[in-house]
């Protein structure tokens, strides 16, 4: 069984910075493409990020690019979203996701394996 646990998110100031993880379990890790994306309140699911599985390809949003950054270890089984000069506007619940797929992808439906959430909360 898969599962995905979503970590550190919180309230911060805008211009602060969060690292977000995801500790992943019950598929070979490092095979799998995983992404991370975001939903504010009464919107849809958006596409932040996403890493392939050897960590050698990332996609970006361009509304994150230049502040964010996947990044992965899988000899942790975990990955990360390092996000810096934080705006309100980034302000939502924060998901990561895993693929069957070893490329990654910003199409929600290429990933078959939701983590639950972590509130990310940036005041101005």
């Known amino acids: 069984q898969v599962q995905l646990v979503e970590s550190g998110g919180g309230l911060v100031q805008a211009g602060d910075s969060l690292r977000l993880s995801c500790a992943a379990s019950g598929r070979t890790f490092w095979m799998f493409a995983m992404g991370w994306f975001r939903q504010a309140p009464g919107k849809g699911r958006e596409f932040v990020a996403a890493?392939?599985?050897?960590?050698?390809?990332?996609y970006y949003a361009d509304s994150v690019k230049g502040r964010f950054t996947i990044s992965r270890d899988n000899a942790k089984n975990t990955l990360y979203l390092q996000m810096n000069s934080l705006k309100p506007e980034d302000t939502a619940v924060y998901f990561c996701a895993t693929s069957p797929q070893p490329t990654p992808s910003a199409a929600t439906g290429y990933y078959d394996y939701w983590g639950q959430g972590t509130q990310v909360t940036v005041s101005s």
């Open positions: 890493i392939s599985g050897s960590g050698s390809t990332t």
